[in-house]
């Protein structure tokens, strides 16, 4: 089955400078990425996600880019700011049909002001 | 996400108690999650259902149950069984289209007192 591994664990930035977390898969078959976004206490919600026929996706100061080669993905923000602080998620699955998202373990992004 | 709720928010429980966990959405999604979330770990599948009187286990069902009797309702049952049930609980629905957007439900915090 699907194996994501999400690094690094913990993520300490400066406010304004940018910040990179990268996810590993294991199935070739995976071909949709999605990144959630979990703020204290809350649930997580859908920030930015990508399918592996594009290379990279960019919404604002945050974007995906994709290696299918070496099966690893990656989220950037940009311009990181103290609202940003919380635990992301990364995901692999398919595109259609309803199996369900293998997630990473998270990363907690600490934005210090 | 406003259309998945979850109840309660807070649950306490006493060792050697059964106890039902409530998810609702009003998406006509196919498909139902529910994950277990402890500190460190990211998001654990326990059950899922792609149809409506079907449901599969997930990496840690020992110690649950479910049923779907209804689209839009998937409840998880919390047995005397799991061991250490402390943990926040979150339901998933998801989209079976080409979006195959997954939205979470709100969470329940459970504790075994």
């Known amino acids: ?113 | 996400d406003g259309g998945i709720t979850q109840s309660p928010k807070y649950l306490f429980r006493k060792e050697g108690q059964n106890v039902t966990l409530s998810c609702e959405q009003n998406l006509n999604h196919d498909a139902m999650y529910w994950y277990r979330q402890d500190p460190g770990q990211g998001l654990r599948l326990i059950y899922y259902s792609q149809i409506v009187n079907d449901f599969q286990k997930g990496d840690i069902a020992e110690g649950y149950s479910v049923s779907r009797e209804k689209k839009e309702s998937f409840p998880l049952t919390v047995t005397s069984a799991q061991k250490n049930p402390t943990a926040f609980y979150l339901c998933a629905s998801k989209d079976s289209g080409y979006t195959d957007t997954q939205y979470f439900g709100p969470g329940t915090r459970l504790t075994v007192l």
């Open chain 1, 1 to 113: 089955g699907e194996n994501v591994e999400q690094h690094p664990s913990t993520l300490s930035v400066q406010e304004g400078d940018s910040a990179v977390i990268k996810c590993t898969y294991s199935d070739s078959a995976s071909n949709y990425f999605p990144w959630y976004k979990q703020e204290l206490g809350k649930r997580p919600q859908l920030i930015i996600d990508i399918r592996s026929n594009v290379g990279e996706k960019k919404d604002q100061r945050i974007a995906v880019t994709l290696n299918k080669t070496a099966k690893h993905f990656s989220l950037h923000i940009t311009e990181t700011q103290p609202e940003d602080s919380a635990v992301y998620f990364c995901a692999a699955g398919w595109n259609s049909g309803n199996t369900p998202l293998v997630f990473g373990k998270g990363t907690r992004l600490s934005v210090i002001a």
